[in-house]
């Protein structure tokens, strides 16, 4: 028997239907609701600089530069469903350029700062993107080079660079108005917001199509799993390029109509310190790697959370008793996935908080079912027995992935033969409570500080390389980012593996496709392991590794 939660009785369904009824509508505008339905005084995010420094961006003036920024998506021949690529870090500039392509009923696609330039070609190639938006300190990686052609198929708008007659601040002065170029563009509930890229175990990576209605679920995760309220001081830390920063730190908050800080720098566990302290932050979420960053540094005065909520990883058990002592607050795990959002977690709500269960990822939000098949048939395994964790479809008023862009062979890969469930990729058990427990996936996507890596953009490079005739890559347990990316290569006739071999290969993959992404070790054999058609079987390595 699935677990549901999604029954007119059950828990939160009210809220759910509402949320449903609200971004699942035919004329539902991306505008309207994440912005211009909000008091125009209220404050939207507010964004911190490395000095403390900070500046509140409120509702209107979002409305305001938006709008400016949407009229110039027009005149840059931008129509309403067209792509525009952006890659920025997080700042003020970043929300006026994502309301205004929402604005104009255009597609983010989001470009992660840490990638090199073949990753971010690839992306807008895959996307038709006509414009990119990008930091100045991030414009060099669109220079015209192996992967830039010079005569590229998109235009550039650069943020930070006012000197630029074609910056981010240059087109929104040329417009004056509350909306210089016409209404906001209705798209609808199946519109598209955003065009995600997730790497998996093989091939090129794969588009997500994120639909408005989609915002339902990401508002009611803010609400039932994050317990976001109106006084709270929320902190989402996870970077906007990947899913949990995005639909979390940036269209939640929106859709919710919630404040939330924006970080304008790096990671540094001092820095996470002084902001949660000197803004006094109240409901905190971020990977578990930041969390045992935090538990290993030190820290001036006291901090009290009210929540703290941790997702992209397994969280372990010494976090848990740390930051009960330390935050004041037990931080509680969440699962879920770039298809899909969040789904099962330790949620904060009055309506589904249960107690901790040691090593669970917790029981399924209002608004989806959820269920563990047996490895060997499509049907529930026997309480408390390992098998996959699944996503039943019909039962999900919630769910809105239908699959991949162009690639009809990978959504097969994840929805049984009947439709009725869709596989996550993960391996787990649940108890008689509905609580569920991760134990591993099954596939061989890496998961690093809260980064999904997948083994193919690493081998892909590696094999680049004039030395290497083979590679693969595996996700090695590591104490503090949760896993990190190895290496086995085998090597072409007549080549020997050295430690500067070793320093070449991973400096390729830094340039080649992100910068985080690298081997940290680098293993030289004969041969790889592989099934009688030919794949690299890399459970094997892992075993070997292990050994």
């Known amino acids: 028997m699935s677990t549901e939660l999604s029954t007119p009785t059950a828990p939160g369904a009210a809220r759910v239907a509402e949320l449903l009824a609200r971004f699942d509508d035919p004329d539902a505008c991306a505008a309207d609701l994440l912005c211009d339905r909000h008091p125009a005084d ?93 930091d100045a300190d991030q414009r060099a990686k669109l220079a015209p080079g192996e992967d830039i052609p010079a005569d590229p198929p998109w235009q550039t708008v650069v943020a ?38 997730t790497s998996g175990t093989t091939g090129a990576p794969k588009g997500v199509p994120v639909p408005l209605r989609a915002l339902a679920s990401f508002q009611a995760y803010l609400e039932f799993g994050l317990d976001v309220r109106a006084d709270d001081v929320f902190w989402n830390a996870a970077d906007p390029g990947w899913a949990y920063g995005l639909y979390y730190a940036i269209l939640g908050p929106l859709a919710a109509g919630r404040r939330s800080i924006l970080l304008h720098a790096g990671f540094s566990a001092e820095l996470t310190w002084r902001v ?23 820290r001036d005065g006291a901090v009290r959370l009210r929540r703290a909520s941790s997702a992209g990883e397994p969280l372990t058990p010494d ?16 699962y879920g996935q770039t298809e899909h959002g969040m789904v099962v977690v330790n949620g904060w709500a009055d309506e589904v908080r ?21 490895d060997d048939r499509d049907e529930p395994a026997p309480v408390g027995a390992p098998g996959r964790i699944a996503i039943e479809v019909a039962g999900s008023p919630l769910m809105w992935f239908t699959g991949y862009t162009d690639a009809p062979e990978k959504t097969a890969e994840r929805f049984t033969a009947d439709g009725r469930w869709y596989l ?37 490079v590696l094999v680049e390389h004039e030395a290497v005739a083979e590679a693969a890559v595996i996700g090695v347990p590591d104490e503090l980012r949760g896993e990190v990316v190895e290496a086995f290569v085998v090597l072409r ?15 390729l993959v830094k340039r080649r496709f992100a910068a985080h992404a690298h081997p940290r070790a680098v293993h030289f054999v004969d041969q790889l392991p592989k099934t009688p058609s030919g794949k690299v079987q890399r459970f094997v390595l892992r075993q070997q590794r292990r050994g």
């Not at 929300?95 to 971010?120: C, D, E, K, N, Y």
């Not at 949660?276 to 030190?298: H, K």
């Not at 976090?319 to 969440?334: I, M, T």
């Not at 249960?354 to 047996?374: I, N, Q, R």
């Open 424 to 460: 996550t990729g993960d391996a787990g058990s649940r108890d008689a409570d509905g609580a569920f427990f991760f134990s591993s996936r099954d596939d061989d996507v890496i998961i690093m500080a809260g980064y999904r890596i997948g083994p193919f953009d690493v081998e892909s």
């Open 319 to 334: 976090v848990v008793s740390w930051s009960e002592r330390e935050l004041g607050v037990a931080v509680r795990d969440h």
């Open 42 to 134: 209220a404050v939207a995010f507010t964004v911190v600089e490395p000095d403390l420094s900070s500046q509140d961006i409120t509702y209107g003036r979002l409305r305001r530069d938006s709008a400016r920024f949407a009229a110039a998506l027009a005149d840059l021949g931008v129509a309403p469903g067209d792509a525009v690529g952006v890659l920025m870090g997080k700042s003020a500039d970043l929300v006026v350029a994502l309301l205004g392509i929402w604005r104009r009923g255009a597609v983010h696609v989001p470009l992660f700062t840490a990638f090199a330039p073949p990753a971010i070609a690839l992306r807008l190639r895959a996307s038709g993107a006509k414009v990119v938006v990008v």
């Open 160 to 197: 930070g660079d006012p000197a630029d007659e074609r910056s981010l601040a240059a087109l929104l002065d040329r417009y004056t108005g509350d909306e210089p170029g016409g209404r906001a563009v209705a798209v609808g509930g199946d519109g598209l917001l955003v065009q995600l890229f």
């Open 276 to 298: 949660v302290r000197e803004f006094g932050v109240t409901n905190f979420a971020a990977a578990p790697t930041v969390y045992r960053s935090l538990l290993t540094s030190s």
């Open 354 to 374: 249960t107690d901790l269960k040691p090593g669970s990822m917790g029981t399924v939000l209002p608004g989806w079912s959820a269920e563990v098949l047996a």
């Open 493 to 507: 006739p007549g080549r020997s593996g050295d430690d500067g071999l070793v320093t070449e290969l991973q400096q």
